[in-house]
């Protein structure tokens, strides 16, 4: 097992995290979330093709191309949340404190896919020999964890 193999496990791990860690959280019977599954799924499978390709390759960039469509549809995803918890204050009931944490979550989440995703575009735009296609993945898996 060599290092870009390990990258895009990572990748492919954590894109199963940011499903998982949607539908847990939030209503998913709703149609958007379902279609967005199914996307990330098929975008997947498209990325599972590539999954034996080293860094300084077309395969390294569809590995790329997969982590940034996913962290736009989570870009989508939350800012729909925070969309629809856009009036919530910080009140002193209980009720509005859970909505409030939920909009701060949902902004908090919204901007680190937006993050993310502009890391996988510039990554996507170097050239296949350029030295720092490594150091995009070790940024964007850094990016995904949500410390």
């Not at 975008?43 to 940034?68: E, H, K, N, P, Q």
């Amino acid at each position: 097992i060599d290092t870009p193999h390990l990258a895009y496990f990572a990748i492919f791990w954590q894109i199963w995290s940011k499903e998982a860690s949607y539908s847990t959280r939030f209503d998913t019977t709703d149609i958007s979330s379902h279609l967005e599954t199914l996307l990330a799924c098929f975008a997947l499978l498209g990325g599972s093709l590539s999954a034996y390709a080293d860094f300084y390759s077309a395969g390294c960039t569809r590995i790329m191309g997969v982590a940034m469509f996913v962290a736009i549809l989570h870009v989508a995803l939350h800012a729909r949340v925070w969309y629809w918890f856009r009036d919530a204050g910080g009140a002193p009931n209980m009720g509005d404190n859970v909505n409030a944490s939920v909009k701060q979550y949902a902004i908090f989440i919204t901007v680190m896919n937006l993050l993310e995703a502009s890391n996988w575009a510039v990554g996507m735009a170097l050239e296949n020999e350029n030295a720092w296609r490594p150091w995009i993945f070790l940024i964007g898996i850094l990016l995904n964890l949500r410390l």
